[in-house]
């Protein structure tokens, strides 16, 4: 995951999931599917990243993997401490984070239509930004 924000640049959007066989990453799933051909309107890069095999799985657009760095994902708040048996363990928390060069830019601590809209307008307006900047400096 560290080598993802080394080498990407511009604005792109990265969807941390837990395993990806568990109902609600297929949830998400299923929810990047239905956005994938809005996100490859805009231009805006997306990555899944989950602790899966993530060999299994292919969504058009969506760049697949399965390196997760729990410090990154603490960085980006995605995780949460759950008691299961009486034993308090780590657990990934689904969540939509919107980075620029390599800095946070939004994060959205749910995958679901409400915070893909907010992750998607906030992308935008940053990619716009952007480009007009770059025009700017043309002028």
């Known amino acids: 995951m560290k080598e993802l924000l080394r080498h990407t640049q511009g604005t792109y959007m990265i969807f941390v999931l837990d395993a990806l066989d568990k109902p609600k990453s297929v949830r998400a799933l299923r929810l990047c ?3 994938q051909p809005l996100l490859e309107e805009m ?4 990555y899944i990243v989950s602790p899966s095999d993530t060999v299994l799985y292919s969504i058009p657009y969506f760049q697949m ?3 997760v760095d729990l410090s990154l ?3 980006f708040g995605a995780i949460r401490i759950k008691s299961i048996y009486g034993k308090p ?3 990934i928390q689904g969540t939509i984070v919107v980075m620029q ?3 946070v830019v939004h994060i959205n601590h749910r995958v679901n239509e409400k915070a893909m809209r907010s992750a998607c307008t906030c992308a935008l307006k940053k990619r716009y930004q952007e480009l007009l900047k770059k ?3 043309m002028i």
């Open 101 to 103: 060069d390599q800095n």
């Open 33 to 35: 599917m239905e956005w």
């Open 73 to 75: 994902c603490r960085r």
């Open 43 to 46: 231009g805006v890069p997306a």
């Open 135 to 137: 025009v700017q400096k």
């Open 65 to 67: 993997h399965s390196d």
């Open 89 to 91: 363990r780590e657990c």
